[in-house]
């Protein structure tokens, strides 16, 4: 039976989906084929319709991680003054929300300390993924009138991804919480989204 082009993509769409959830939860380097196919509900056979090696459908599934945060990210700020764009974003990513969804959040703080164990290419999709979030608050920083915007834009990254990290590591709920609101608080001054600037 010869299917058409729209029901491949949804079918590659599909694995890409599983394997994306299995490289969340496992890590990039225990994923399995056979085990995204058959959670894709599909068989072993049928993976190399879709792509040429583990290796390639990993790096895709990274790349396609990246995209609901951007199109989040692009929500959250949308119709909004570049400082509130920005509050909200770090209000949201510093959330308790956001820490609970491990299976669909950011990816940077679930897989940065994999990236030693990925293979070139994906590592190469997770840091056009980080540099595309990185250039996106550069841009509102920049909007701000903040001639620093590039190199806060990476500091400030690296401080949500450090807190969330950190925010998901420690086993006490109270705990975990005060990571998140203080670093929230903390960023949201030094970027001086706490003064209503324009």
Known sequence: MRYDSEHKQKTRQRILDEAASAIRAEG???????GVMKKAGLTHGGFYAH????????AEAIGAMFEGPYSRFEK???????AEGLAA???????PRHRDAR????PLPALAGDLARMEPEARERFAAGAEGLRRAVAGLLHAMGREDS???????IAEMVGAMSLARAVADGERSDAILRTSREALKRRLGLDQGNP
């Open 89 to 95: 974003y770090v209000d949201f990513y510093l959330s």
């Open 150 to 156: 590039d190199a806060l834009a990476s500091s400030a």
């Open 51 to 58: 792509f040429a090696s583990k290796e390639e459908m990993v």
């Open 28 to 34: 990039p380097h225990r994923v399995g084929v056979a």
């Open 103 to 106: 299976d669909r959040g950011c």
């Open 76 to 82: 959250q700020v949308a119709g909004l003054a570049p």
